[in-house]
T-cell receptor
Framework: ETGVTQTPRHLVMGMTNKKSLKCEQH?????MYWYKQSAKKPLELMFV???????ENNSVPSRFSPECPNSSHLFLHLHTLQPEDSALYLC????????????FGNGTRLTVT | AQKVTQAQTEISVVEKEDVTLDCVYE???????LFWYKQPPSGELVFLIR??????QNEISGRYSWNFQKSTSSFNFTITASQVVDSAVYFC???????????????FGKGTKLSVKP
């Protein structure tokens, strides 16, 4: 496989569930990102990992917990979510230099019931 | 504050028409990067172009062209002879200089949904 792969593509979960989103990149990049895309809102950066260390956490609620075990894998652990957390969650990767473009996965469409 | 404005929420054109997507940005940095991404219905954002703040040359790639005007803080995107496959949401984005060694906070506009009818 090439590029950035996200699983699952779709996820429906109740507010009391615990689930995880997975992202894997095969591009040899050393930075990975989680973005949230809600209807009628700009894409919001949630977390940035560079060389497996978290360098950005944009005031994201603690019910979202990222994990980056190595430079190829990124997880987003979810627990006790709210209905307003329903959105498309996009993972991306890049080389960690300022002009390097992001390569995105297809996203996970999350619905919280 | 940094901001990217895409004033056109939705545009609908007929195939073979030319269409321009507007992007206006705000930043206090003198060094920054501008990007355009395409998001087809499948969901993934596809990188189209990157421009740094010191390079105001316009760029053409096939049917796509970009007009960077620093004086008006605009980075507009034109599709010539549009095709149905161009239908997607297009995002303009701004990135400032490196943050913590990574690309930093890529600030996206709200996107413009382009529909190209046959």
């Amino acid at each position: 496989e090439t590029g950035v792969t996200q699983t699952p593509r779709h996820l429906v979960m109740g507010m009391t569930n615990k689930k995880s989103l997975k992202c894997e990149q095969h591009l040899g990049h050393n930075a990975m990102y989680w973005y949230k895309q809600s209807a009628k809102k700009p894409l919001e950066l949630m977390f940035v990992y560079s060389l497996e260390e978290r360098v950005e956490n944009n005031s994201v609620p603690s019910r979202f917990s990222p994990e980056c075990p190595n430079s190829s894998h990124l997880f987003l652990h979810l627990h006790t979510l709210q209905p307003e957390d329903s959105a498309l969650y996009l993972c991306a990767s890049s080389q960690d230099k300022g002009d390097s473009p992001l390569h995105f996965g297809n996203g996970t469409r999350l619905t919280v019931t | 504050a940094q901001k990217v404005t895409q004033a056109q929420t939705e545009i609908s054109v007929v195939e073979k028409e030319d269409v321009t997507l507007d992007c206006v940005y705000e930043t206090r940095d003198t060094t920054y990067y501008l990007f355009w991404y395409k998001q087809p219905p499948s969901g993934e954002l596809v990188f189209l172009i990157r421009r740094n703040s010191f390079d105001e040359q316009n760029e053409i790639s096939g049917r796509y062209s970009w007009n960077f005007q620093k004086s008006t803080s605009s980075f507009n995107f034109t599709i010539t002879a549009s095709q149905v496959v161009d239908s997607a949401v297009y995002f303009c984005a701004l990135s400032e200089t490196n943050y913590g060694g990574s690309q930093g906070n890529l600030i996206f506009g709200k996107g413009t949904k382009l529909s190209v009818k046959p």
